[in-house]
């Protein structure tokens, strides 16, 4: 890899275009890989085992050659309902991992800059916030208001979607009686179990980053379930 | 087994070469048994041995250390290494869990 290449793969990154790095082990060259777009001669007769890595988010030696592909591929979305103080430590867990951060509160007073600096809050109503992000069973969704009128579109556009992780903070109380609301809307049992409430593993902790933290380890305990 | 757009590896590497210091970046192509870094996990080492990243849980780092300073004062552009538990050296730098890892390092110029 030479430097203007590795100019250009942070470029990638930062604007977040999925490709991969493609290396000839022997003589240290390097191609930077994007679907649909033509190799060089060095590796195009191994284009079809490139793209398989890539549809397969793998990194590997392709098999009886010394070709190493790399794939960089988008973090997963996690949308956040409720700009409070335990979002405030999500944002700071989420960096080090592969996700990607949207928070949704309608409440202004909630969704201030200052409370979350470097941050894109969405600040309408979930119904309204959902047609400006791009959902599906590859996202994750975190509640925390526990306020039923901003929590349950929320999650009802969750579970149509079929978003791999849905959690929702609350009692068991609390969640019991958004599994009612959720019966009577018309979802089915199968629908409403899907949403991990209370949310989080029992890590027995009680304050904000601690509850950050449970919440983080059950999304990625169920990444790597997926 | 993706790689992270949030790992900040490359761009650490880009600032040490606007910052005039020679950059070999070490990466795990393969892995066998257990080992404690995916394939695509990367380290940066310079001319003078500092080094950022990981390519093992800190077992066999000392060893990339000392391959990639050696890769600059060849002047040689890519090598391949291997580290295996039945490595003479295993006592020194193998990998305590029992897996193999191979690792590729490569001088960006």
Redesign the interface.
């Known amino acids: 890899m030479n430097h203007s290449q590795l100019k250009e793969i942070i470029k990638k990154k930062a604007s977040k275009i999925e490709f991969a790095i493609v290396t000839n082990l022997e003589n240290g060259l390097s191609e930077i890989y994007e679907p649909g777009k033509s190799l060089s001669k060095e590796f195009e007769t191994h284009k079809e085992q490139i793209d398989n890595f890539f549809k397969l988010k793998k990194n590997g030696v392709i098999e009886n050659t010394e070709i190493f592909i790399e794939t960089y591929i988008r973090p997963i979305r996690v949308i956040i309902v409720g700009a409070v103080h335990i979002a405030q430590y999500l944002v700071d867990f989420a960096k080090s991992l592969n996700f990607e951060i949207s928070i949704i509160d309608p409440r202004g007073y909630f969704a201030s800059e200052q409370r979350f600096p470097d941050m894109k809050i969405i600040n309408k109503w979930p119904d309204e916030a959902f047609k400006e992000i791009e959902t599906n069973e590859n996202s994750a969704l975190i509640a925390l208001t526990h306020d039923p009128k901003i929590d349950d579109p929320a999650l009802q556009h969750a579970i149509n979607k079929k978003f791999y992780y849905i959690g929702a903070l609350g009692s068991k109380k609390t969640h019991e009686n958004r599994c009612q609301r959720l019966k009577e809307a018309g979802f089915n049992s199968d629908q409403i179990n899907s949403i991990h409430g209370p949310i989080g593993i029992k890590l027995g902790g009680r304050s904000a980053p601690e509850i950050a933290l449970s919440i983080i380890a059950q999304l990625v305990s169920e990444t790597y379930k997926k | 087994?993706?790689?992270?757009?949030?790992e900040k590896i490359?761009?650490e590497?880009?600032d040490w070469?606007n910052a005039n210091q020679k950059v070999v970046?070490a990466?795990v192509?393969?892995t066998w048994g257990s080992s404690p870094r995916?394939?695509?996990s990367r380290m940066i080492v310079n001319e003078t041995g500092d080094f950022s990243g990981s390519v093992s849980g800190g077992c066999v780092e000392s060893a990339v250390v000392r391959e990639c300073i050696g890769l600059i004062k060849d002047n040689k552009?890519?090598k391949?290494i291997e580290f295996k538990v039945s490595n003479e050296s295993a006592w020194e730098v193998g990998l305590a869990c029992g897996g193999e890892i191979a690792v590729?390092l490569?001088?960006?110029?």
């Open positions: 087994m993706k790689n992270s757009f949030d490359l761009e590497a880009n070469l970046l990466t192509i393969q995916q394939v695509g552009p890519c391949k590729y490569e001088q960006i110029n």
